[in-house]
């Protein structure tokens, strides 16, 4: 019986001890609810950066994918803006552009956005959409050294309830 007693007593002294230095990862609110909201790009536009590719995202086990794209003008200012174009792949290597809806256009599929003024520009991929990987093209129109702007590119997505 002693020694029953002090196996437990050292296994609950183990648990302890792991509890005290390691401490778990707790689920945000949207990871508790099935879905996820990753930034994907953190990017300067000027006359060295003009043009982007976020990094692939895999989305295939998404019921649906969105994005947010946040941009932000500094200096002069002079006719800056940036095209986005969604773009979707099967290995994460070869990429074809998707269309996708935003706000403004409603129910019109959009091929691709250009966007200026400081401001945050949404947009999702169809429901009916299987997609393998995603990612935005990104390209800067008439920045310069001392015309920039600051992008940041984030995907949004609900994982669909059978794969989670």
């Known amino acids: ?8 007593a050292m296994n609950l002294v183990v648990l302890v001890l792991a509890f ?14 099935g879905g996820y909201a990753e930034l994907l790009s953190n990017t300067t536009f000027n006359n060295v950066t003009t043009a982007t590719n976020t990094t692939g995202y895999l989305t295939l086990i998404n019921e649906k994918t969105a994005f947010f794209v946040k941009y932000v003008e500094s200096g002069a200012v002079a006719n800056l803006s940036l095209t986005v174009t969604p773009q979707i792949s099967y290995d994460n290597s070869n990429w074809i ?6 706000i403004a256009g409603g129910a019109t599929l959009q091929t691709g956005e250009t966007i200026a003024s400081n401001s945050t520009y949404y947009f999702w991929f169809p429901d009916a959409a299987v997609v393998p990987y995603s990612r935005i093209n990104m390209v800067a129109v008439n920045s310069t050294a001392s015309d920039t702007m600051s992008v940041q590119a984030y995907i949004v997505g609900s994982i669909n309830p059978g794969n989670r």
Do not use: E
Request: charge should be positive; proline fraction near 4%.
């Open 1 to 8: 019986m002693k020694k029953g007693l002090s196996f437990v």
């Open 20 to 33: 005290a230095f390691v401490q778990p990862k707790i689920a945000t609110a949207v990871q508790q609810l």
């Open 97 to 102: 552009n998707m269309t996708f809806y935003d």
